[in-house]
Nanobody, 124 residues
Framework: EAQLVESGGDSVQPGGSLRLSCTAS????????VAWYRQAPGNKCEWVAT???????GYTNSVKGRFTISRDNAKNTAYLHMNSLKPDDTASYYC??????????????????WGQGTQVTVST
C-alpha cells in the first residue's frame, strides 16, 4: 500500500525555521514528482513547492527565497526547509506525490498519493 508520512511540524516564533520531512513507501518514489501543499483554517489547499523526478524545483511566490524543497531518493524522503517563517505560513502542510489533481472541495487531497499532514504554527 502506498503511503506518505509527514513529520517535523511545530510551533515557532516569527523569523524561525523548520524542516518538514515526508517519507514514502509502497511506490516508486524516485520516479515521481513530489510536492508540498498547505491549508490554513478557512482557506483552500494551496500549492507550496514541487521537486520533479529529474531535480527541477518550483515555488509559489510567497515562499520564494525562504523555503527550499529537496529530496533524497535513497531514503525515499522529501524535505521542505522553511526559513524566515511568518504568521501567514501557519497551516497544515501536506506532502503529495505522483500525478496529482486536487480535490474540487478545496481540501489537500485528490488523485495521486497524499500524506495526512503536519501542523506548522508561527506566532509570538
Amino acid at each position: 500500500e502506498a503511503q506518505l508520512v509527514e513529520s517535523g511540524g511545530d510551533s515557532v516564533q516569527p523569523g524561525g525555521s523548520l524542516r518538514l520531512s515526508c517519507t514514502a513507501s509502497g511506490f516508486a518514489f524516485g520516479a515521481a514528482s513530489v510536492a508540498w501543499y498547505r491549508q490554513a483554517p478557512g482557506n483552500k489547499c494551496e500549492w507550496v513547492a514541487t521537486a520533479g523526478s529529474g531535480g527541477s524545483t518550483g515555488y509559489t511566490n510567497s515562499v520564494k527565497g525562504r523555503f527550499t524543497i529537496s529530496r533524497d531518493n535513497a531514503k525515499n524522503t522529501a524535505y521542505l526547509h522553511m526559513n524566515s517563517l511568518k504568521p501567514d505560513d501557519t497551516a497544515s502542510y501536506y506532502c503529495a506525490a505522483g500525478h496529482r489533481v486536487l480535490s474540487p472541495d478545496g481540501s489537500c487531497s485528490g488523485s495521486g498519493y497524499w500524506g495526512q499532514g503536519t501542523q506548522v504554527t508561527v506566532s509570538t
